[in-house]
């Protein structure tokens, strides 16, 4: 971990590189100055290794960008949100091999329209990019570390890759 932060120290156009523990792992930030079109990143680490590096995207990136550059994913996963005033889904496209996630937020009309599916394409913009070691695939999934749910539910909303299109998610609304 201590060589990827002085790897960050040595970026010129990263600043206010900080260092926290959570629960499940510590979690070093940073920012991104102009003109890296990223906004920030974040590293993961457990007993002092690296276990992901994030980048928030911010739309600098969008889908069809991330499957020109990584290619077509193995997995997708969705899981619903919802704040007072907003409702969005969050799709994370799954590079198993590759040891990749991508994480695209789409936006929902509001409860009283009867929708129960909405359409992701190539415009739709990227919020994030993670980067593991393919080898920690299956530990990344059971410690939390990047994802707030149980393995099991993780396992079970993830879906074989199936291309742009519609995505269902009445299913994952709460009653």
Do not use: C
């Not at 590096?53 to 077509?72: K, N």
């Not at 939390?144 to 291309?163: A, H, K, N, Y």
């Amino acid at each position: 971990m201590w060589n990827a932060v002085s790897i960050l120290e040595n970026i010129e156009n990263v600043y206010s590189i900080m260092q926290w523990e959570e629960r499940y792992g510590d979690k070093i930030s940073w920012n991104f100055r102009y003109p890296v079109k990223e906004s920030s990143g974040y590293i993961y680490s457990t007993d002092n290794k690296v276990v992901a590096i994030s980048l928030l995207t911010y739309g600098s990136l969008t889908v069809a960008e991330a499957l020109e550059r990584f290619g077509e994913p193995d997995y997708s996963w969705t899981r619903y949100k919802e704040t007072i005033d907003r409702r969005w889904l969050e799709i994370i496209l799954v590079y198993t091999t590759k040891g990749i996630f991508v994480r695209v937020e789409i936006e929902l009309p509001n409860k009283t329209q009867s929708v129960s599916a909405v359409h992701m394409d190539g415009n739709n913009p990227v919020g994030r990019v993670i980067y593991i070691d393919p080898i920690q695939y299956e530990y990344i999934l059971s410690s939390r570390i990047l994802f707030r749910e149980d393995e099991q539910t993780i396992l079970e909303r993830l879906q074989p890759w199936q291309g742009l299109g519609e995505v269902s998610y009445e299913h994952l609304v709460p009653d």
